[in-house]
């Protein structure tokens, strides 16, 4: 293999491929990226047996042709030290060895045969698939991956559920105390069906696609997905098991809605949650005609704190607390101005929504669920 190279063009696909490599593969040969030459298009590809990454781009000075394996990190390492210069990438008869030779320097680096490298999954030809606009699919990755759990015993909710409907797809995350569900009405699948995207695939995409233009084509089989746009293929093995019916816990009735300003409510939160037990992070809202109180304490410390502010409720007075973290997140990770609270009764689930539609091609709807409040 012999071939001249732009140092950060390179650079950049090899950064964003590097981000599937495990920092603890059980398989050596998985350290390595594979580097594949063939017709004057270089291919990059990591992977850790459960997520591949491939990407792609042109090479206009090509010598010879092959594959190799070449030890990630050190390679990584190398080409952030450069300026954006020519680099000429050659190996030995035997491809164990790869010379990097640059305007006033080389260095040697060992590789391998590609012969090792796993094969990236393939899906059937007639696997389901639709495509989407990157920056929706982003969006929806970016409203839902923070509401992803961490259950062994319970491995479907460690991940994004895709729930593909013939006219719409909804984006769903849970970790049992939150749930958040992104809808775009964009989106025409042609036939309903669904799949869990784990948790490390969605990172690498949502890392990836802040800089994509094109549409995604999505491809799913009972295993693996297969996402791909621009010069980048991502393949994953998918979570196997039933998503929970996340729309029979959705509330219907709640009458209480507390209309309010999105920062003002995130910003008192923030506050008063410092003063909140450190076990339960609790914050209480208590509700009353145009006006909402957030308050925290901890009676071991004797500290406490409240902030009154304005709002527009004319429901039941009402009492609920929450805990912080998990309040604070949704509220974060929400892109609105105002947002309305509606609530039922202490005990169940509050729905957290936009106050007005500002955008007719999406949904997104968070329900938390309340803690007890203590005396």
């Not at 816990?249 to 409510?265: A, S, Y």
């Amino acid at each position: 293999m012999k071939f001249v190279v732009s140092s950060t063009d390179l650079l950049a696909r090899l950064q964003s491929v590097s981000r599937v490599i495990s920092s603890k593969s059980t398989i050596p040969i998985l350290d390595n990226f594979l580097f594949s030459l063939k017709d004057g298009y270089l291919s990059i590809t990591a992977s850790d047996l459960e997520t591949s990454l491939k990407a792609g781009m042109a090479i206009e000075n090509v010598t010879q042709e092959g594959e190799i394996t070449v030890p990630a990190r050190i390679l990584v390492d190398s080409l952030k030290e450069f300026p954006e210069q020519p680099l000429e990438f050659k190996t030995n008869d035997t491809n164990t060895l790869l010379e990097i030779t640059w305007a006033n320097g080389n260095s040697n680096l060992p590789c391998t045969t590609a012969e090792e490298y796993p094969v990236i999954a393939a899906l059937d030809n007639d696997s389901p698939g639709f495509f989407m606009p990157s920056s929706a699919l982003l969006e929806g990755i970016n409203r839902t991956l923070y509401a992803t759990a961490e259950e062994e015993l319970r491995p479907v909710m460690n991940g994004i559920f895709f729930d593909i409907q013939e006219n719409e797809l909804t984006l769903v995350a849970s970790d049992a105390h939150k749930l958040v569900c992104y809808t775009r009405h964009d989106v025409k699948a042609g036939n309903n069906s669904s799949f869990i995207l784990p948790k490390k695939p969605a990172s690498i995409l949502k890392n990836i696609l802040s800089k994509a233009e094109q549409d995604v084509a999505i491809k799913f089989d009972s295993k693996n997905a297969y996402f791909q746009f621009e010069s980048f293929i991502l393949v994953c093995r998918l979570v196997e098991g039933n998503y929970p019916a996340y729309k029979s816990v959705i509330p219907k009735n709640n009458q209480n809605k507390l209309l309010i300003n999105r920062l003002d409510i995130l910003n008192s939160t923030r506050r008063i949650a410092v003063c909140s037990n450190q076990a339960s992070s609790q914050v209480k809202l208590k509700l009353s005609y145009n006006q909402l109180v957030i308050s925290a304490q901890d009676i071991d410390f004797s500290i406490s704190a409240n902030e009154r502010l304005s709002c527009q409720y004319d429901g039941d007075p009402m009492e609920i607390g929450f805990k912080s973290t998990f309040l604070i997140e949704i509220l974060s990770n929400l892109p609105y101005n105002n947002i309305s609270l509606e609530l039922s009764d202490p005990a169940r689930a509050a729905l957290i929504l936009p106050a007005e539609n500002t955008d007719a091609s999406e949904e997104i709807l968070a329900l938390l669920m309340p803690m007890m409040v203590s005396a």
